[in-house]
């Protein structure tokens, strides 16, 4: 039989993945599950030998009814795998691979190779690059601490200082910081001892060759304040990282690596060990084996059925319960200046099985509230406690909708934030009562809206969420302020600037390909604008490539006239990037509507609104 082009697609790109060629026939259970993701740090939900009768492979479509792929699933109805070729490409280009039903980690393929792998979902939030094309990554646009320094423990264990390299901060990164001269070169220098650093330290540990990842030990990272960095902006590091693992001889070891530092959304490792002459292991035969007790119980938890809100389900409590016990016994053992991160631990623990459907364990957390935030009132603990408290507690009321569960939480929240102004916390307690607000649909709640997001970027300028909401901020006060829109056409390096548009009315329109409305909206826009004669579209697209949008729309035929600008060729921030991130944009589509002054006359505009709209715009 011929090979068709996507399976040819799907061979092609399978082989440079190193994962099995697929045969030429159609995709059945067997050869779907040939097809393993490149790397062995991702866990996905696979069929024993008696579950494989019961699998089935269905073909998916598109919303033409096109085939575009095969998706794999279990007797139970649940996703397996799905590769598919998205539109434009001449075959097979994601392969998505699933544990309980969520999307875990992906392989994508461009012009016939592979070249972008993620981490989603529970599996993480890992995104790395081979710009070589070998299956290698040669970048990491998005990688946390932790993944870092896994990273970092798996090149030691394999003997391999090629995947080390990647994680090191970049002579830019370190520009981008804003670091001094004499904190670079120090920098600098560390990686040039890397390649020694690295035998050094299998010399110091050989346990460390071939050696099994458990986990990294929670910590909480520090904030350096700009003055004493000579920085620009404060700097969010780790001094370094404890990792748990498991030698050939089944015993337990600790590595130490060096400081880790935040880069945008990314983490980079400045070094790969501390520099410390004291052992790296905590000297407690006790507490290591509390901490490989712990170690074995969330391996149970990660293979756990997933949990729905406010459905019971009582072996992820068990589950739960039990590591709060190991917490409480863990605590006593623990370092003073640990302490607090196993407290978390608990709580964490307690409120999960509260979610889960104990009853115990929600006295458990009820009675550590009430103590810390009587014994630590305005603490980050006592925060910490309240807050799970508070979401264990209102999480399964939300889901359904009921609206005077939503009034008391947001009652609630309110009061979390005045009794825990500066909390870890808090910053997302605002988040989440500016959303309410300003999705509640009445006008009065939209300064109030303001207000909350204004707090976040006052009191939080380094949390992530800042930069949004300080556009989310000046969004709800746009209407009858000049509009500020400036970037590169989609296609081409020409400058866009919306004031060259004065003199007109404009419609703004915020899109992305992946939203289901995207193809709806387009159509409906060019029915509107085709009967307007002075009025300019100007499309933002908040993809993170503008490939996706460049293929969206010639696929969908849409040629209409209109500016279309995008952010950056490669940007992994989408909805959190420069263009996303200056209005706080958070739905898609955001439409605004610009008059003749350059003055935006509406700031919350529906597509389905846009004619009527538009007829009271125009007019003299």
């Known amino acids: 039989m011929k090979k068709t082009p996507m399976l040819m697609g799907l061979v092609v790109a399978c082989l440079l993945a190193g994962v099995s060629q697929l045969p030429a026939q159609e995709a059945t259970v067997a050869t779907m599950l040939q097809i393993r993701p490149k790397f062995d740090d991702v866990a996905i939900s696979t069929p024993s030998a008696d579950e494989l009768k019961d699998c089935k492979v269905e073909d998916v479509k598109d919303e033409a009814g096109k085939k575009i ?120 220098q560390a990686q040039q001892a890397a390649p020694a650093k690295f035998q050094q330290a299998l010399a110091k540990q050989p346990a460390l060759a071939q050696a099994t990842f458990l986990r990294v030990e929670s910590a909480a990272p520090g904030c350096w304040v700009a003055e004493s960095q000579g920085t620009p902006r404060d700097l969010i590091k780790y001094a370094s990282r404890s990792i748990l693992f498991e030698t050939a001889a089944k015993q337990h070891d600790w590595f130490t690596t060096g400081e880790i530092i935040q880069v945008g959304q990314a983490w980079r490792l400045v070094d790969l060990s501390a520099e410390t002459d004291e052992p790296t292991a905590p000297n407690n035969p006790k507490l290591n084996k509390l901490l490989a007790d ?43 200046k640990e302490k607090e991160t196993w407290y978390k631990q608990l709580f964490d623990s307690l409120s999960g099985a509260v979610l889960a459907g104990s009853e115990n364990s929600r006295k458990q957390l009820d009675a550590y509230q009430k103590h810390f935030a009587e014994k630590m009132p305005g603490t980050n603990l006592a925060a910490y406690a309240t807050y799970r408290q508070l979401w264990a507690f209102y999480s399964p009321k939300l889901v359904t909708g009921d609206a005077k569960a939503q009034e008391a939480y947001n009652e ?60 989310a901020e000046r969004r709800l006060r746009l209407t009858g302020n000049p509009l500020v829109l400036s970037g590169t056409l989609l296609t081409g390096n020409d400058k866009f600037d919306i004031n060259q548009l004065k003199g007109k009315i404009v419609v703004v329109h915020y899109w992305a390909s992946n939203s289901s409305t995207a193809a709806d909206d387009f159509a409906r826009l060019k029915r509107v604008l ?37 952010q950056a060729a490669r940007d992994p921030n989408g909805m959190r990037g420069a263009l996303a991130n200056y209005y706080g944009i958070n739905v898609l589509p955001t439409v605004f509507l610009v008059g003749r002054d350059g003055r935006v006359v509406n700031a919350r505009l529906q597509v389905a609104d846009l004619d009527e709209a538009l007829k009271k715009a125009v007019q003299p």
């Open 69 to 188: 792929g095969y998706v794999l699933l279990d007797g139970r109805k649940q996703i397996l795998r799905r590769y598919v070729m998205t539109k434009g490409a001449a075959g097979l280009n994601v392969w998505s691979f699933y544990k309980d039903s969520v999307e875990v980690f992906r392989m994508t393929a461009s012009n016939g190779k592979v070249d972008q792998y993620r981490w989603l979902g529970t599996g993480g939030m890992k995104w790395g690059v081979s710009t070589a094309l070998d299956g290698k990554i040669d970048t990491w646009p998005m990688i946390s601490a932790d993944e870092v320094a896994q990273e970092a423990f798996l090149a030691l264990a394999t003997g391999d200082f090629a995947r080390l390299k990647p994680l090191y901060i970049t002579p830019a990164e370190m520009k981008a910081l804003g670091l001094p001269d004499a904190a670079a070169a120090k920098m600098l």
């Open 530 to 566: 085709s009967t307007q004669k002075d009025v300019e579209l100007v499309c933002v697209n908040l993809d993170d490539k503008t490939d996706k949008a460049v293929t969206f729309l010639q696929q969908n035929g849409i040629a209409l006239q209109a500016y279309h600008i995008a």
């Open 294 to 336: 712990l170690s074995d119980l969330e391996k149970k938890i990660t293979d756990a059925p997933n949990l729905n809100p406010g459905q019971a389900n009582p072996a992820l409590a068990g589950l739960y319960e039990l590591r709060a016990a190991l917490c409480l016994q863990i605590i006593p053992e623990a370092e003073a």
């Open 412 to 471: 609630q929240l309110v009061k979390f934030v005045k009794d825990f102004p500066r909390a870890d916390d808090t910053a997302d307690a605002l988040h989440q009562l500016g959303m309410s607000c300003e999705f509640a649909n009445v006008k009065d709640k939209e300064e109030e809206a303001a207000r909350w997001y204004g707090a976040i970027h006052t009191n939080f300028p380094e949390h992530h969420l800042a930069e949004w909401a300080k556009g």
